[in-house]
């Protein structure tokens, strides 16, 4: 049996981070996945089900996206 890990991916929208971060938190990971579209988000939390995946939307090259990011996590 494998530790539990959190796990930050970012691009968890689509491609290889949207597959990743699902497969992750079907493995019972905590999974943070981030990126810019909102929709895309949702719609990775909605196939995530009840599996340990939140969601934050987040630009990486965007400094002020990072700011908002951290300051609504507390």
Avoid: Y
């Avoid at 539990?4 to 949207?18: C, F, H, S």
């Avoid at 992750?24 to 810019?36: E, F, K, Q, Y």
């Avoid at 719609?43 to 934050?56: F, I, N, Q």
């Amino acid at each position: 049996m494998h530790a539990t890990q959190t796990i930050l991916i970012t691009g968890a929208t689509g491609g290889i981070g949207r597959h990743l971060a699902l497969q992750l938190a079907r493995a019972g990971h905590r999974v943070i996945a981030t990126g810019r579209n909102l929709a895309a988000l949702q719609s990775v939390r909605a196939e995530a089900a009840d599996s340990p995946l939140h969601t934050v939307a987040l630009d990486v090259n965007d400094r002020a996206s990072i700011t908002r990011s951290t300051r609504s996590r507390g």
